[in-house]
T-cell receptor, first 112, second 115 residues
């Protein structure tokens, strides 16, 4: 079982829909990151969370440390939101303290 | 401010050769991390440098090595290339303060093809 699991793997939405991408992890963490990767490879860091909730424009990220779960929400989705969204956790244990472990990503396609 | 730059952007090598990739972080950033991305394994952490010291290392064989210079520029080296080393290699920098890790900014990556 992967230490970081994302769901769904693929998501197709109509423009304007509210979108939720989920991330569950099984390791101890010091922070959780949400990344966006567009076709062509460029990666942008969207959020870094250690507790609670953060909002940036139409994007909202939440984390529940007790349940080891995070969600990324996109309100009023737009075709330009089409990308792969990747969850990553920074571990806080053992010899690998501070390493980043990545989920497999959620491929989002927003249709006009 | 210029972003993170990586050179070269594309590279073709043959098995057994070695390769050196370069990363120039955003001015003022002292932390540089390297990642490998493949279709099968996704993104995987290689190593992280802070002020010329390796702070963390991922689970990769010793053929993968890196270093950071006093100007924060970083290089990674892969010796004795294998077909499975074909990947997109990404570098990211951040302005970490006194042990507090901050947002990472990614470079465009170097796409390595091993034949």
């Amino acid at each position: 079982k992967n230490e970081v699991e994302q769901s769904p793997q693929n998501l197709t939405a109509q423009e304007g829909e509210f979108i939720t991408i989920n991330c569950s992890y099984s390791v101890g963490i010091s922070a959780l990151h949400w990344l966006q990767q567009h076709p062509g490879g460029g990666i942008v860091s969207l959020f870094m969370l250690s507790s609670g909730k953060k909002k940036h424009g139409r994007l909202i990220a939440t984390i529940n440390i007790q349940e080891k779960h995070s969600s990324l929400h996109i309100t009023a989705s737009h075709p330009r939101d089409s990308a792969v969204y990747i969850c990553a956790v920074r571990t806080n244990y053992g010899g690998s303290q501070g390493n980043l472990i990545f989920g497999k990503g959620t491929k989002l396609s927003v249709k006009p | 401010k210029a972003g993170v730059t990586q050179t070269p952007r594309y590279l073709i090598k043959t098995r057994g050769q070695q390769v050196t990739l370069s990363c120039s972080p955003i001015s003022g950033h002292r932390s540089v991390s390297w990642y490998q991305q493949t279709p099968g394994q996704g993104l995987q952490f290689l190593f992280e440098y802070f002020s010329e010291t390796q702070r963390n290392k991922g689970n990769f064989p010793g053929r993968f090595s890196g270093r950071q210079f006093s100007n924060s520029r970083s290089e990674m080296n892969v010796s004795t290339l294998e077909l499975g080393d074909s990947a997109l290699y990404l570098c990211a920098s951040s302005f970490d303060r006194a042990g507090i890790r901050e947002t990472q900014y990614f470079g465009p990556g170097t796409r390595l093809l091993v034949l």
